[in-house]
């Protein structure tokens, strides 16, 4: 009898959520712990009700992850995985993907059902030549995104349409594949360092050679 009322109360202490107050500055109570540092609305109903959550913008996010906005479901502030990057979709307007009628395959966004059943948006893509992309990456506008105040990393927009932190976006895939030139500064890198190699080497043999005479 003891172990099943500790059972029990393991089970009640795991699923606790702490409360917090929205009003201390930012989205951000000093009472929540630092997995989960904001203080956000995870009611679904007209009655907001506080919490401390790991998340509140995709910022606060890995580069492929998303923070959750659904209040209908026990994901609200965490950050989650995007499982439809590269997945094959229709270009719609935003009132096309939250359109029940629609089948969700083809939809570049993940979606949730509110209490009246209607659809809502907890994260949209693009659609770019039929593939289901993060970012735009021909639109060298925007730059650098996520700097400071938030708890993902910067990140930059490289091709097909995913992110990379801004030192290591020069060595994707995308970013080789977009800009030739890097592919060929890359190769006379490697050409010229096995080049120096072999030089060092012979004169290496050569002075060794010599020594012995």
């Known amino acids: 009898m003891y172990g099943r009322h500790s059972l029990i109360l393991c089970a009640c202490l795991v699923s ?3 409360s917090c107050n929205p009003n201390l500055g930012n989205n951000f109570d000093y009472t929540c712990d630092a997995k989960t540092p904001f203080c956000v609305n995870t ?3 007209a ?13 606060d996010c890995g580069q492929d992850e998303y923070c959750s906005t659904d209040r209908w ?3 609200v502030g965490k950050c989650q995985k995007i499982t439809l ?25 993940l979606l949730a059902s509110d209490e009246q059943n209607n659809l809502q948006r907890v994260w949209t893509g693009l659609c770019v030549q039929g593939k289901c992309r993060a970012c735009d990456y021909s639109d060298k506008s925007t730059g650098t995104t996520c700097g400071n105040g938030y708890m993902g990393p910067p990140r930059v927009c490289v091709f ?20 030739p030139v890097r592919v060929w500064l890359a ?12 030089n ?12 012995k005479k």
């Open 160 to 179: 097909p349409g995913e992110y990379n932190t801004p030192h290591s976006q020069y060595w994707s895939g995308g970013a080789y594949f977009e800009d």
């Open 200 to 211: 060092v080497l012979s004169a290496f043999f050569a002075f060794r050679g010599f020594m």
């Open 43 to 45: 009611n679904s109903d």
């Open 73 to 75: 479901s026990d994901s």
């Open 85 to 109: 990057l590269g997945k094959a979709c229709y270009p719609m307007s935003l009132s096309q993907l939250v359109n029940s009628t629609i089948p969700l395959e083809g939809k570049c966004a």
């Open 16 to 18: 606790v959520v702490l």
């Open 187 to 198: 190769i006379f890198f490697i050409f010229i360092f096995i080049i120096t190699l072999v």
């Open 47 to 59: 009655a907001p009700q506080y919490n401390c959550v790991a998340c509140r913008e995709d910022c």
